[in-house]
C-alpha cells in the first residue's frame, strides 16, 4: 500500500558515488535506485564489507556539504525508472564475475518508522474530525456548513498519504491503489456521502499505518543482528599494550582482548583465559556456550564473565555475523512464487477496475433505469454503486497478503538460526518429500575425536599421548586439533619438543631428548624397519582413522573417528513423523557411512559417491517424483545443492561455493533447525493460503454484493479495509510462534 518516500534525485549524487567508486579497489559499479531507497554494489574478489557499508554511508551524508570531483574514468548509465550506474572502465567478460551486493542507506530504519508514526497519527487526527463531524451533524447543532469543513478537514488527513503517493505515480502513468482510493472519497463527496468518504479513508490510512508498523516490527526483529555487529576492537601490541581500532582494521591473526560483558568483535579463537559466550544472536540458543582455550568464538556473540585474549582467524567482513547479515539482506529482495502473483495487481488492474466501474454506472443508469446520483427509497444510486464496487474490488489486502507473510518468515528464521535467501525458500521447503543430507559435516560434527589409544606392548598409552599432545601443540590440522583436544581433557603434560618439523601429507617428527619421535600415517611404519612388524597389526575398522607414533622402543597408535551430532537421530525421527524420506550421499567408504547410518536411523545410504555420482542421485529421485532437498556444507556439495529442489547449507562450518548456492542456511551447524525451518515453512504456507482467501473472497464476495446493490458504501469499506488489517495481523502470528 504505502511506499516508502524517495530520497533526494540519484542524479545529485553522481560526483559523490564517482569518487566513492574511483577510491574503493574491489568496487566496479554502482546502482542508485533513490525512489525506492536502494543501492547496490558489484565488487570482484573478497571485501571487508562492513566497512564498505560505512564508507558508503559518509559518502552519502557528505553530499549536500561539500563539492566533489567529477565523474572522471567512470561510466554513467541513467536508467528508464530514474536511477542511475556507474561503473570504472574494464574489459567485457568482467562483469561476468563481479558480485552484485545491496547495502542499506543511511537512516532508512528511521524513515521506516517515522513512516508508520506519521500515518498512524494522520489517521487519528481523520478519526477525531470525522467523529465530530459526524456528531455535529447527527444531533443538528451546528450550521451545515461546519460539519462539512470538519469532513474535508478529516478527509484531507486520511488521504494526504495517498495523494503523496498517487502524485508520485500520475506523471509516470500508474495508476495504483492508492488513485482508487481517492477516486472514491471524491466520488462519495459529490453525492454528498461525506462521513462514507472520511471513514474510507480513515481505514485506509489507517491500514497503512498497521501495515507498515507490521513491516517495522518484522524488520525491527532482524535489524537486531545488525546492531550486534561490533564497531571497534581492543587490540594486544607485542607489548602487551591495549589499543582501540576500528573492527575493519582488525587483520587475521591479531591478537585482541576482549572483557567481560563484552562484543567479540569479529570470528577468533581464544587463547588466553576461558569464559561462556552468549551465541543467541547467532543460533537461537540462549544456554552459554563455554569458551576454553582453542574455541572458536564468533563476531557479534556476548563475553559473558571473563576476561579472555582471542586470535582473529577471519576478516570482520568475512564473519558469521556479516555473512547472516548479507544473507538477510538478500532475501528481503528475493520474491516468492506466490508474491510475484499478487505483483500483476498493478497499473493493469487499477485500469481495469476504473473500465468495469464506468461500465456498471451506465449498466446501472442507462440499463436498469436507477437514478445516476440521487439515492432513492428503492436504492442506492447507480453512481453511488459504482463507488462501492470501486472500493470493495481494490486489492489492498491482496498487494500485502504475502509479503507481510514472507518477511515475517524471514524475521522469525534469522532469530532462531534459520536464514532463508527470499520467499520462494519458503514456500518451497513446504513441499519437500525426500531429504538427502551429506555425512560429514551434516550428520556427523566434521571435527575428529580420539576414540582410544593403544601401546604395543600395552601399558605406554599415557606416555604415546603426551608426546602425539607435543608434537601437535602447535598444529591446525584437524587430526591435530582433536589429539590436542583428548589431551587437555586427559590432563596430559607436554613435552619439550626439539628439531620439529612438518612431513608434507606423511605427519610431523622431532626429538624427545636424544630420541627422534615420529607421528604420522601407517605408511611411514611400512617403509621403514618395522615394516614387517606391522604388518601382523590389523587396520581398524573403516570409522576409524589411525596415527601411529613411535620413539625408541615405543610404539603406540592413536584411533580417531568423526564425531556424530547428537541431534541428527532425533531429527531424521522427526522427519520420517512428516513423511519426509531421508538418504545418505557421501563420498566415504560405505562401512564408514553404514556405521554412522545405523546409529542415526536413517532411510537408505549411498556410499563412495563422487561430486558427479551425487548430482546424479539427485537427479535420479527428483525424475522419481520426489521433490528433494540437499543438505551438505563442502565445496563438493555445491553441485548437488544446485541439482535440488531446495539446497540447504550448514552456516558455521560451510563453505563459500555451499553457501552462495544455497536457499537456506543453518546457522551454527545445527542440523535441528532444518526441522524448525521445514516447520516454518508449513506455517508460512499456511498463513499465505489464509491470507491469500480472505483477501479474494473478500473481493469476491463484496463486488458480487455490490453489483446486486445490497451493501452500501460504509459496509464495502469496512470490508475492504477489514482484511487488511486481518492479513496483517494474521502474518504477525509467524513472528511471535516459538
Known amino acids: 500500500m504505502s511506499k516508502a518516500r524517495p530520497s533526494p534525485n540519484a542524479a545529485e549524487w553522481v560526483d559523490a558515488l564517482a569518487v566513492f567508486l574511483q577510491e574503493s579497489s574491489r568496487v566496479e559499479a554502482i546502482r542508485v535506485d533513490a525512489a525506492h531507497h536502494r543501492v547496490e554494489v558489484a565488487t570482484l574478489g573478497e ?3 562492513a566497512a564498505l557499508q560505512a564508507r558508503l554511508e559518509a559518502t552519502l551524508a557528505a553530499i549536500e556539504q561539500s563539492p566533489h570531483s567529477k565523474a572522471i574514468g567512470v561510466a554513467v548509465d541513467s536508467k528508464p525508472d530514474g536511477g542511475l550506474e556507474l561503473s570504472k572502465a574494464t574489459c567485457l567478460t568482467a562483469p561476468k564475475l563481479w558480485r552484485w551486493r545491496e547495502l542499506s542507506m543511511p537512516g532508512e530504519a528511521a524513515a521506516e518508522e517515522e513512516d508508520w508514526r506519521t500515518l498512524a497519527m494522520l489517521a487519528g487526527a481523520c478519526a477525531i ?34 495523494f503523496q503517493d498517487a502524485r508520485e505515480g500520475l506523471p509516470k502513468g500508474e495508476l495504483d491503489i492508492h488513485f482508487l482510493m481517492l477516486a472514491v472519497a471524491v466520488g462519495a ?60 582494521q582488525v587483520q587475521v591473526g591479531h591478537i585482541l582482548s576482549v572483557k567481560p560483558g563484552g562484543l567479540f568483535p569479529v570470528d577468533a579463537e581464544v587463547i588466553e583465559g576461558k569464559t561462556a559466550a552468549d551465541e543467541s544472536n547467532l543460533t537461537g540458543e540462549a544456554n552459554p ?7 572458536p568464538v564468533f563476531s557479534g556473540t556476548l563475553n559473558l564473565w571473563g576476561a579472555v585474549h582471542v586470535r582473529a582467524t577471519k576478516l570482520a567482513g568475512e564473519s558469521a555475523l556479516q555473512k547472516v547479515i548479507r544473507l538477510i539482506q538478500e532475501a528481503q529482495h528475493l520474491k516468492a512464487p506466490s508474491q510475484r502473483f499478487t505483483d500483476r495487481f498493478g497499473t493493469g488492474y487499477t485500469v481495469g477496475i476504473l473500465g468495469l466501474t464506468a461500465l456498471m454506472f451506465f449498466v446501472w443508469w442507462l440499463g436498469f433505469g436507477i437514478p445516476a446520483f440521487t439515492n432513492t427509497e428503492l436504492g442506492f444510486s447507480a453512481f453511488y454503486r459504482a463507488m462501492t464496487l470501486l472500493v470493495v474490488a481494490s486489492p489492498c489486502a491482496l498487494v500485502i497478503s504475502i509479503p507481510s507473510a514472507i518477511l515475517a518468515s524471514i524475521a522469525w528464521g534469522a532469530r532462531h538460526g534459520v536464514l532463508f535467501r527470499g520467499g520462494a525458500a519458503i514456500e518451497k ?24 589409544i593403544e601401546s604395543f606392548p600395552p601399558g605406554r598409552e599415557d606416555e604415546a599421548l603426551e608426546l602425539a599432545y607435543s608434537l601437535e601443540s602447535h598444529g591446525s590440522h584437524p587430526i591435530g586439533r582433536a589429539i590436542q583436544k583428548y589431551a587437555k581433557a586427559q590432563g596430559a603434560h607436554q613435552r619439550k619438543i626439539d628439531d620439529f618439523e612438518a612431513m608434507s601429507g606423511q605427519g610431523v617428527q622431532g626429538r624427545a631428548g636424544d630420541a627422534l619421535c615420529v607421528l604420522g600415517r601407517r605408511e611411514l611404519l611400512e617403509a621403514g624397519p618395522l615394516a614387517e612388524w606391522i604388518q601382523s597389526v590389523p587396520e581398524p575398522s573403516q570409522e576409524f582413522v589411525e596415527n601411529w607414533i613411535f620413539k625408541g622402543d615405543l610404539i603406540a597408535r592413536i584411533l580417531l573417528r568423526d564425531q556424530i551430532r547428537l541431534e541428527s537421530a532425533a531429527t531424521l525421527e522427526a522427519l520420517r513423523g512428516l513423511g519426509v524420506r531421508t538418504v545418505m550421499l557421501t563420498g566415504d567408504r560405505r562401512a564408514a557411512a553404514e556405521s554412522v547410518g545405523s546409529q542415526i536411523g536413517i532411510d537408505e ?33 555445491a553441485p548437488c545443492l544446485a541439482a535440488a529442489y531446495v539446497s540447504v547449507a550448514m552456516g558455521a562450518r560451510g563453505s563459500d561455493a555451499a553457501l552462495e548456492q544455497s536457499e537456506v542456511v543453518l546457522m551454527k551447524d545445527r ?13 508460512a504456507r499456511a498463513i499465505i493460503r489464509q491470507n491469500l482467501a480472505i483477501a479474494l473472497g ?15 458504501l460504509s459496509i464495502g469499506v469496512f470490508a475492504h479495509e477489514g482484511s487488511t488489517v486481518v492479513v496483517c495481523l494474521n502474518s504477525l502470528r509467524l513472528l511471535f510462534k516459538s
Open 698 to 712: 473478500t473481493v469476491i464476495l463484496m463486488a458480487g454484493a455490490a453489483i446486486l446493490g445490497w451493501i452500501p
Open 671 to 683: 542440523i535441528e533447525n532444518f526441522l524448525a525451518a521445514v516447520s516454518l515453512s508449513n506455517r
Open 129 to 162: 474530525l470525522g467523529l465530530t463531524a459526524w456528531g455535529m451533524d447527527t444531533a443538528d447543532v451546528a450550521p451545515a456548513w461546519l460539519p462539512m469543513g470538519l469532513y474535508l478537514a478529516a478527509m484531507l488527513a486520511g488521504g494526504w498519504d495517498a
Open 189 to 248: 463527496a459529490c453525492i454528498g456521502a461525506w462521513a462514507e468518504g472520511a471513514l474510507l479513508l480513515f481505514l485506509f490510512s489507517f491500514s497503512g499505518a498497521l501495515e507498515h508498523f507490521a513491516l517495522h516490527r518484522t524488520r525491527r526483529e532482524i535489524n537486531s543482528l545488525f546492531d550486534a555487529a561490533p564497531k571497534t576492537a581492543l587490540r594486544v601490541d607485542a607489548s602487551g599494550s591495549e589499543h582501540q581500532i576500528p573492527v575493519s
Open 47 to 49: 571485501v571487508d564489507v
Open 289 to 295: 556456550v563455554a569458551k576454553l582455550q582453542g574455541d
Open 429 to 452: 521447503l513446504a513441499e519437500v518429500n525426500l531429504v538427502a543430507l551429506d555425512k560429514t559435516g551434516t550428520l556427523t560434527t566434521g571435527e575428529m575425536e580420539v576414540d582410544r
Open 605 to 637: 545410504i549411498r556410499a563412495a559417491l563422487s561430486p558427479e555420482g551425487k548430482v546424479s542421485a539427485i537427479r535420479e529421485y527428483t525424475e522419481a517424483g520426489y521433490k528433494v532437498a540437499m543438505v551438505g556444507d563442502g565445496v563438493n556439495d
